[in-house]
């Protein structure tokens, strides 16, 4: 089972990225996916969470109305498109499976991405 994050970098604040988690060894399509982001010395927090099956999404408040998470099944991938990017969204973004429902806990998600570093600055 992996994951591979990538689509991160720079960006000027009110850009937007879109962030990629491409998965192999495995079927995403019966995982829930989530993301998160870890800016240093910083606890690692909840961004967005999908269900298997795309009917159920949640946000962490502080994305809310600019990030919008995305599956695709039959490309094994999950995404996450960020709009009006802002400096404090600078932090290096991980996505994570796991085959029970979506949850905002990263503890309970077995299967992590090496992550994708976003950095927002002007």
């Known amino acids: 089972v992996q994951l591979q994050a990538s689509g991160g970098g720079l960006v000027q604040p009110g850009g937007s990225l879109r962030l990629s988690c491409a998965a192999s060894?495995?079927?995403?399509?019966?995982?829930?996916i989530g993301w998160f982001r870890q800016a240093p010395g910083k606890e690692r927090v909840f961004v967005a969470n999908?269900?298997?099956?795309?009917?159920?999404?949640h946000y962490a408040d502080f994305v809310m109305g600019r990030f919008t998470i995305s599956r695709d099944n039959a490309k094994n991938t999950a995404y996450l498109q960020m709009n009006g990017l802002k400096s404090e969204d600078t932090a290096r973004y991980f996505c994570?499976?796991?085959?029970?429902?979506?949850?905002?806990?990263?503890?309970?998600?077995?299967?992590w991405g090496h992550g994708t570093q976003v950095t927002v600055s002007s």
């Open positions: 999908i269900s298997t099956d795309a009917g159920s999404t």
């Open positions: 060894g495995f079927t995403v399509d019966e995982y829930a």
């Open positions: 994570a499976a796991r085959v029970e429902k979506a949850t905002p806990d990263w503890t309970l998600y077995p299967y």
